[in-house]
């Protein structure tokens, strides 16, 4: 995702969660159910003239995909801000219900092999003169968080936004977001991420929100028109049976009451993330947007 030409204002992409099933698995969820995430954006546009923009680069959850955060992508790019994410085939949503996940390569290196092409992009007809590989930070969700850990101590790394996840055994020494859904009951929002924050060093940001799970900092919760989530394909397609307890709590944790909608979430989770990326980036000279000045209701910001 990278901010685009005013030409290509008004333009809409759609992905649908199927088409990152096993194929076999795909074909069988009917027509009926709508899988279809749409964002604003235009696949292939011409890019704003005023780069070499900042680089982002996403690590997706455990059973998840690429595009899983795309809503925030897309607003970062319209910040001035590139996006870029990749598949992990050791945890992402096709081989984990193809059960193939066992001898996939790790996904730091998915990571660092994504860092590593960007910047053999500057020949390129759509994304020459876009990207600046001198100015990179990371973000991840869940299991992502832990990849996008292993990666900010490489050189160059200057920031990184973790969503709902931890720190597992390293504090990488660069400044750092942590965001938590209060209700998340997949990663513990108090042990897991707050103790993380306590952990990480200055400078650094925890914010919680309140009615919020696990996948409020994805589209997860927010597919179709009915807001279909991955297990009720999964039941569509008649493979309930073979969804266990904690891929059922995976697939749905922040999706249902007592969370809120996930679009009255996004403004904070979109809010933080910019105001701390253009900091890092040197956009702004100082963070803007990462105190009370919240437009969720019911966030704690805690600072350090």
């Not at 998840?64 to 795309?70: A, E, I």
């Not at 598949?87 to 059960?99: E, Q, T, V, Y």
């Not at 001898?103 to 020949?123: A, V």
């Not at 039941?235 to 904690?246: P, S, T």
Request: one cysteine or more; a negative charge.
């Amino acid at each position: 995702w990278y901010p685009a030409d005013e030409s290509a204002r008004g333009g809409t992409v759609d992905y649908t969660v199927r088409s990152f099933l096993p194929p076999a698995d795909a074909d069988l969820v009917p027509d009926t159910i709508d899988d279809t995430r749409s964002i604003d954006a235009t696949r292939d546009a011409p890019a704003a003239a005023d780069g070499p923009y900042p680089i982002v680069l996403f690590s997706h959850g455990s059973t998840s995909f690429r595009l899983q955060s795309s809503v925030l992508a897309q607003h970062l790019a319209s910040w001035g801000i590139v996006t870029a994410s990749t598949d992990h085939p050791s945890r992402d949503l096709l081989n984990a219900i193809g059960g193939t996940t066992e001898g996939q390569r790790p996904s730091i290196d998915d990571f660092r092999s994504m860092r590593t092409y960007l910047t053999t992009l500057g020949d390129d007809e759509i994304l020459g003169g876009v990207l600046d590989n001198g100015r990179v930070a990371l973000g991840g969700h869940s299991a992502g968080g832990g990849t996008v850990v292993q990666m900010a101590g490489d050189d160059g790394i200057l920031g990184y936004v973790s969503y709902a996840s931890g720190l597992g055994d390293e504090a990488p020494d660069v400044p750092s977001l942590f965001m938590a859904g209060e209700l998340d009951m997949i990663v513990d929002p108090v042990e897991r991420t707050a103790a993380a924050f306590e952990r990480a060093p200055a400078p650094s940001w925890l914010w919680s929100f309140a009615d919020a799970g696990h996948l409020a900092f994805s589209d997860l919760c927010a597919v179709g028109s009915e807001g279909a989530t991955l297990i009720d394909l999964a039941e569509a397609a008649g493979l309930g049976a073979l969804v266990d307890d904690r891929l059922r709590t995976l697939g749905t944790d922040g999706c249902e009451p007592p969370n809120r909608p996930v679009e009255e979430v996004w403004p904070g989770v979109h809010q933080s993330a910019t105001g701390f990326y253009r900091w890092v980036f040197g956009i702004d000279p100082e963070p803007i947007g990462l105190d009370e000045s919240v437009v969720t209701d019911g966030v704690t910001v805690v600072s350090k």
